[in-house]
Structure formats: C-alpha cells, structure tokens
C-alpha cells in the first residue's frame, strides 16, 4: 500500500500547523471581542435540506451519498447550515443574532492551485427579525479590519458597494428587468476587456447608450467623498438607488467612528457579488501588493437568510473568509512568520540520567505558572540533546548538570542570541514568560 492523500485535501507539517492555528485563534478571538458566539453544526445534512439554497455548478460540486435509506451531503458553505439553525431555533435565540463559525467544508471541484475540496472557511452573521440597522454593516468592515492587521498580513483595502445602487441605476435606465443578467457580469467586469463587457450586453438586447451609461457609472473613481458626491450628483430619481445612496453613506461615515482607517476602505461600484443571494452592501478584501490573490475576505448584505425554510424574514449581514486557501497564498508567496515544529518556548536537557527528576519538576513548574515547556527524555550524548534542540529551533534551553543540581540553579540559554545565564528558578520563570 502507497501512502498517499487526495488531491484537494491539505496536510502541513507541524511548524506549519502551528501557524495555522494561531490564525484560527486569532480570529476567533477577534470575532468573539466584538460579540460573536460560536456555533457549531454538523458536517453531515440531510441532503434536501442541504441543496435547498444550492443551484447550478454548487449543487455539482456537493459531496451526496446514500446511507441505508437516508440521502446525506456534506456541507459545501456554513451558511445554509445557519439558515437551518435559525429556523430551527429562532424561538430560543435572542435577536439581534451575533454568531461565528470556524469549520471545514467540502466541495468537488477539480483539485487546482488555490483550489481545495475540503477547506476551513471563518463565517460570521448578523442576524435580526424583520429589520437589521445598517450600522452592524460598518461593524463588519471594523472586524475584517481588526483581523487582518493583528494577523500582521500586507497592506490591505476593503472594497465597498451597495447593490441597491446599481440595481436602482438600472431600473433608472428602464432596464431593470435585466438586473440579474447584469449584476453578474459587472461581477466579472475585472476579469474581461471593456469591448467583451459590452459586447456581451449588446447580447442581452440592451441598447448601446445605456449600456455605455452603465460602463461610466461603474468605472467612476476617485477618494470615497469624491466618488459619493458624483453619485449625489447623477440624476438617478429612484428610491431604491436613493436608498442604497444613503445606506453607503452611513457605512462609510459609521466606520470611521469605529476606529477605521479610511485608507482601508475603497468604494467600488464594480464590486457586486455575482450571487443573487446579496441585497445591499457587499464587500470584498484585497492585498494591495497581491491583487493575484484575489478577494480573501467577502460577503454582505441579504435580506432573509431563512425564506426556504419559513415565512418569517430574518436579514442579515456577514462575511467570510477562507482560510485554508489565504494560508496556502500567503504561505507559498513567504509572507508567513513559519518557525519551529513545536508551541513549546522552553526544553529541559539533563548531563546525565541522575538529573532527570529535577528536570521532570521544573517543566511541571513552568506548565503551572502557564509557560509551555518539554523535557528531552531520550538518553543520548548531550550533543545529540544540542542538536536536537536546534532542530525544533526552541526559543530557550535549560540545561540541568551536576553543578546546577547542587547549587538549585538552572543554566538557562538563549538559542537566538546563544547568551547563557544561571538562575534561580523565580528568575528563570521571569525570563522565559
């Protein structure tokens, strides 16, 4: 038998691992500071409830399989498992409805670089019965903010756009009952040359004027008071526009009382989320330096997360971001702080077996005061111990010999900077915490 792993699957070794995880713990952290809970649902739906929001390529890509006379499919996203979850426990939950989810899903895609069948995605929602404020909107831009720049990750922007107003722009063209077919392609409009987008809306019947129109309005540019004041300025009379006018307004204006950097936040009207799923604000998140990554954080707006399920209307707004492939990204392109194969900041080595108790105490005293420590338990010539600790590149070495032992002192080194001292054990701890 050949060991080997499926393609689309990730494994990381453990020094990788380790960065993995901090990463999760991080935004886990980040989503909890601001009110998240968690949430935990199954991998394993019943598959009608599953496909129940699913459509074209997504319901090919999902895991499905027949046990005894129960369909089931594995999760694809985290959030038709929320929708299932609030219409299943909107009488127990208290609204507004803050969670975070951090979990694995699963999609068939044809395994490719970037692409994985099976990845961590970090969802969180907001969600309320009947009407949601649109504050929580700038909210979510203050969480992605926060993250990114405790994950240290490389100068970033969050590009904004209200789906109200494009929408609203179109039915000012009288050409609303292509809304759809529209917003779609001004989702790919970074992706194809100007003379392909507007050609493929000539095939769509729409007449060359306006669809000159609808290319000016989409590539308007400029800092976000310039861009809002040339939106003031179109004369566009509908509510839905005027209502996405104002919604953007209040994004912008509320992030900054969160503490946002207003370089950080870019409106794009070009930015629209292909899936029709969004209703209002839409975001997507992208390395200025790295555009080839593409968006690493997405989502917005939608106007009832449960109507497959029951009649009554809970909005929402979230966000996600899919971890295991920004770790991928960031990892291969060297932008990851990867160090050593272990969490631990501390090894105790002995000189010889006679020492091994003393070192057994001391890591059960580090552990206790919250230091993560090991002994090397393996008997070999100290130099192998040396070498050994090298290897897993360990922040500090404490060593344990005969004049250590009787003197109840500890040698303590500094791999990095190779400077060794001897210390008392309140002194150690001091040093290494």
Do not use: W
Request: net charge negative.
């Amino acid at each position: 038998m050949t060991a080997r792993t499926l393609q689309g699957f990730m494994e990381l070794l453990p020094e990788e691992q380790i960065v993995m995880e901090r990463m999760k713990s991080v935004i886990a952290h980040t989503y909890e500071l601001f009110g998240f809970a968690p949430l935990d649902t199954p991998v394993l739906e019943l598959a009608d409830v599953l496909l129940s929001k699913s459509g074209g390529d997504t319901e090919k890509q999902i895991y499905e399989f027949k046990k005894g006379d129960t369909n089931l499919a594995m999760r694809f996203d985290l959030t038709v498992p929320l929708a299932k979850y609030v219409a299943l426990y909107h009488n127990n939950l208290t609204f507004p409805f803050k969670r975070y989810q951090i979990g694995k899903v699963y999609r068939g895609e044809r395994p490719q670089k970037g692409r994985f069948r099976e990845f961590y995605q970090c969802d969180i929602d907001i969600i309320d019965r009947d009407e949601l404020n649109i504050v929580y909107d700038a909210e979510v831009l203050a969480v992605i903010y926060t993250i990114f720049n405790k994950l240290n990750l490389p100068a970033f922007k969050i590009y904004i756009n209200n789906r109200k107003l494009l929408s609203g722009f179109l039915e000012g063209l009288n050409i609303a009952d292509k809304t759809v077919d529209v917003l779609r392609l001004v989702d790919k409009i970074k992706k194809i040359p100007e003379e392909a987008f507007l050609a493929e809306l000539n095939d769509m019947g729409l007449p060359e004027e306006k669809n000159k129109k609808l290319l000016d309005f989409i590539k308007i540019k400029g800092i976000n008071n310039e861009i809002i004041a040339k939106l003031e300025n179109f004369e566009v009379e509908n509510d839905n526009y005027k209502t996405g006018l104002d919604e953007l307004k209040v994004v912008i204006n509320q992030a900054t009382n969160l503490g946002i950097n207003p370089t950080n936040i870019q409106i794009d009207l070009s930015i629209t989320r292909g899936l029709d799923y969004y209703t209002g604000t839409v975001y997507e998140t992208f390395f200025d330096e790295y555009p080839q990554f593409g968006s690493v954080c997405s989502g917005g707006r939608y106007d009832n997360l449960s109507s497959v399920f029951m009649d009554k209307k809970f909005p929402g707004v979230g966000i996600s971001i899919g971890l295991t492939r920004l770790f991928d990204q960031l990892r291969d392109n060297g932008l990851l702080n990867i160090s050593g194969p272990t969490p631990n900041k501390v090894l105790v080595i002995t000189q010889s077996p006679d020492f091994a108790d003393k070192a057994i105490q001391l890591a059960g005293e580090l552990r206790r005061k919250d230091v993560c420590a090991d002994v090397m338990l393996r008997q070999c010539k100290f130099k192998k111990k040396m070498e050994y600790a090298n290897k897993i590149k360990i922040p500090y070495l404490v060593i344990i010999g005969e004049e250590e032992a009787n003197n109840n002192t500890f040698t303590l080194k500094n791999m990095q900077t190779g400077e060794q001292q001897t210390l008392a054990l309140a002194e150690l701890i001091n040093v290494v915490k």
